[in-house]
């Protein structure tokens, strides 16, 4: 049993989505969330400046007395997980794999889509992680970078939203796929809406669901969970903007968003 918190950070608020599927699926464990405001976003960087800035993370977090890290970006896991886990004295986690995999598990024949912001479709690192799980699976990829403004809007049922869900989504459609990855922390947010535009057969796999779940089982295979009955406690930093993070951090996950602090790192 450790009572340590689970270190959780992202480029921003999007990795909210992962905390709030870690706090549903592991209610015990303690947490700190950091993201990094204030150099938002990632996606746009070079994969040395994504690596940089997530290892300077780390370190903050290690010095928190963590006893896991889960990188809830898209862009730092395909760009740092390595490094990340090469650094760490404790398990460092990353969303890209579990998604991945359940992809995989999910397919029904037909092409695997994935979503996500520039940076993570460009770095390819989805589909090499569905292709390592099913070698030979077609894949079907399409960065949709404005989906992150819409969601950080609450735009989620607005009608330029579903203007450009439907151009973003059309090649999805044509490439017939049956699964299509959510490949970007925001985009659970808008699942309604992609369904609706994908229509109702097509299966979305949210990451940060997956991963919750590859926290659990690395934490119960390595003895580091915490008590049955422990009151867990949840730290909110940020490298910048703390009001806007609690402003738009609550359509993430409501009141559990009380007060940030600000940590400036780099």
Same mark, same amino acid.
């Given at each position: 049993?450790?009572?340590?918190?689970?270190?959780?950070?992202?480029?921003?608020?999007?990795?909210?989505?992962?905390?709030?599927?870690?706090?549903?699926?592991?209610?015990?464990?303690?947490?700190?969330?950091?993201?990094?405001?204030?150099?938002?976003?990632?996606?746009?960087?070079?994969?040395?400046?994504?690596?940089?800035?997530?290892?300077?993370?780390? !370190?903050?977090?290690?010095?928190?007395?963590?006893?896991? +890290?889960?990188?809830?970006?898209?862009?730092?896991?395909? !760009?740092?997980?390595?490094?990340?886990?090469?650094?760490?004295?404790?398990?460092?986690?990353?969303?890209?794999?579990?998604?991945?995999?359940?992809?995989?598990?999910?397919?029904?024949?037909?092409?695997?889509?994935?979503?996500?912001?520039?940076?993570?479709?460009?770095?390819?690192?989805?589909?090499?992680?569905?292709?390592?799980?099913?070698?030979?699976?077609? +894949?079907?990829?399409?960065?949709?970078?404005?989906?992150?403004p819409l969601v950080e809007e609450g735009w989620f049922d607005h009608p330029a939203a579903e203007l450009i869900a439907a151009e973003y989504l059309e090649p999805m459609k044509r490439a017939r796929v049956d699964v299509m990855v959510l490949g970007c922390t925001h985009y659970p947010l808008l699942k309604p809406l992609l369904q609706r535009t994908l229509g109702p057969d097509i299966r979305l796999i949210d990451s940060g669901e997956e991963t919750?779940?590859?926290?659990?089982?690395?934490?119960?295979?390595?003895?580091?969970?915490?008590?049955?009955?422990?009151?867990?406690?949840?730290?909110?930093?940020?490298?910048?903007?703390?009001?806007?993070?609690?402003?738009?951090?609550?359509?993430?996950?409501?009141?559990?968003?009380?007060?940030?602090?600000?940590?400036?790192?780099?």
């Amino acid at each position: 049993m450790n009572r340590a918190p689970i270190g959780i950070f992202d480029s921003g608020i999007g990795g909210l989505t992962v905390a709030r599927a870690i706090y549903e699926r592991l209610p015990h464990e303690s947490t700190i969330y950091f993201g990094d405001t204030a150099r938002v976003p990632y996606g746009p960087k070079s994969p040395d400046t994504v690596r940089r800035y997530s290892l300077e993370i780390l !370190h903050w977090l290690l010095d928190q007395g963590v006893k896991a +890290v889960v990188i809830a970006c898209n862009t730092s896991t395909a !760009h740092a997980l390595e490094a990340l886990q090469a650094a760490a004295p404790v398990p460092v986690i990353g969303v890209i794999e579990p998604g991945a995999r359940a992809a995989v598990s999910a397919m029904r024949g037909g092409p695997i889509g994935v979503i996500g912001t520039a940076g993570t479709i460009a770095s390819n690192a989805y589909a090499r992680a569905i292709q390592s799980a099913k070698p030979g699976a077609a +894949v079907e990829q399409r960065a949709c970078p404005l989906f992150v403004p819409l969601v950080e809007e609450g735009w989620f049922d607005h009608p330029a939203a579903e203007l450009i869900a439907a151009e973003y989504l059309e090649p999805m459609k044509r490439a017939r796929v049956d699964v299509m990855v959510l490949g970007c922390t925001h985009y659970p947010l808008l699942k309604p809406l992609l369904q609706r535009t994908l229509g109702p057969d097509i299966r979305l796999i949210d990451s940060g669901e997956e991963t919750a779940a590859l926290v659990q089982g690395a934490l119960r295979s390595s003895g580091l969970g915490a008590p049955p009955g422990a009151t867990p406690e949840h730290r909110f930093v940020v490298s910048d903007d703390e009001a806007r993070f609690r402003q738009v951090g609550s359509r993430f996950i409501g009141e559990r968003l009380g007060k940030a602090e600000v940590v400036a790192l780099g």
